[in-house]
């Protein structure tokens, strides 16, 4: 059964518009994290979550924002995106203790027309 | 400070025969250490990882690493290969002393192809 399950797994938006990714967990997990993941590239940690604390990494974009109403979902917000941010958008999380693997969702692929 | 180094960013072996994906690490505490598979067009999943307790691990579909601290490696290794093993491999390093030790360092990743 997934426990990461993120939606939609394919989204197509034009230059600009704002688009939306979900994520939710059955794990209970503390930490929540979203990375970004460009071809062929590993995986880019964009901001992550330790129950309600918010952490920003310091090059993520302002155009990048993230809301976690519950423990069990958290939400990508894409403000205007560009060209730039077509890529894989993978939600994982952890329970933050020492050794704590990630398990990550399927990702949400974004297409920017 | 943390980071890891895949020493390989693609390897090409026929079916049947063993793999090797190399992977060094750096860290200035005692670390956690995985990796991680990942398909097309999928997440990423968890082969292994190593916590501080047997140096040898085991991990799914046939895949084993060991921890050598002397060497500051963390190989990953299968004895067959089988075409479904084809994909991404990322090896991953977590600080293992506590605090913010739930933030990981990614390697660049090796893509693994397995010839009929």
């Known amino acids: 059964d997934a426990m990461v399950i993120q939606n939609p797994r394919y989204q197509v938006t034009q230059f600009g518009k704002p688009v939306t990714l979900s994520c939710s967990q059955t794990l209970n997990h503390n930490v929540m994290y979203w990375y970004q993941q460009k071809s062929s590239q590993a995986p880019k940690l964009l901001f992550h979550?330790?129950?309600?604390?918010?952490?920003n990494e310091a090059d993520t974009p302002d155009n990048f924002q993230s809301r976690r109403p519950n423990t069990s979902f958290c939400f990508l917000d894409i403000r205007s995106p560009g060209l730039g941010d077509a890529a894989m958008y993978l939600c994982?999380?952890?329970?933050?203790?020492?050794?704590?693997?990630?398990?990550f969702g399927e990702g949400s692929r974004l297409t920017v027309l | 400070a943390q980071s890891v180094t895949q020493l390989d960013s693609h390897v090409s072996v026929s079916e049947g025969t063993p793999v090797l994906l190399r992977c060094n690490y750096s860290?200035?505490?005692?670390?956690?250490l995985f990796w991680y598979v990942q398909h097309p067009n999928k997440g990423l999943q968890l082969l292994l990882k190593y916590t501080s307790a047997a140096t040898l691990v085991k991990g799914i579909n046939g895949f084993e690493a060991e921890f050598k601290k002397s060497e500051t490696s963390f190989h990953l290794t299968k004895p067959s290969a089988h075409m479904s093993d084809a994909a991404e491999y990322f090896c991953v390093v977590s600080r293992g002393s506590g605090g913010s030790n739930y933030k990981l360092t990614f390697g660049k990743g090796t893509l693994l192809t397995v010839n009929p």
């Open positions: 860290s200035s505490y005692s670390p956690s």
């Open positions: 979550y330790y129950d309600k604390d918010f952490n």
């Open positions: 994982a999380t952890s329970g933050g203790g020492r050794g704590g693997e990630l398990f």
